[in-house]
Nanobody, 124 residues
């Protein structure tokens, strides 16, 4: 069973950048497709980005496409999301997730393991 710990959240002004990290332990990292999701107050958890095992395939939510970049370092058992041009509507708790299998997925129910989340707040 893999454990996931997110870091890198914080308070940033509109237009700023943050890089979130998610460190995995307790499993073989390269066996997992990784994803980032977020949940704003009073809203459902929503897909942000996903990356396949090798890092060669990625997919993004339309709301973040062109601004966010997901990547992974399999040697460091870590997945990242670089977030640029942040907007107040990006404010949410961001969760890292891992799923068995080969295919990327945008559905939260497809993911088997979740981190505790890290808060991102974008001020206007």
């Amino acid at each position: 069973q893999v454990q996931l710990v997110e870091s890198g959240g914080g308070l940033v002004q509109t237009g700023g950048s943050l890089r979130l990290s998610c460190a995995a332990s307790g499993g073989t990292f390269i066996w997992y497709v990784m994803g980032w999701f977020r949940q704003a107050p009073g809203k459902e958890r929503e897909f942000v980005a996903t990356i396949n095992r090798s890092g060669g395939t990625t997919e993004y939510a339309d709301s973040v496409k062109g601004r966010f970049t997901i990547s992974r370092d399999n040697a460091k058992n870590t997945v990242y999301v670089q977030m640029n041009s942040l907007k107040p509507e990006d404010t949410a708790v961001y969760f890292c997730a891992a799923k068995h299998g080969w295919s990327v997925s945008t559905g939260s129910k497809e993911y088997d393991y979740w981190g505790q989340g890290t808060q991102v707040t974008v001020s206007s």
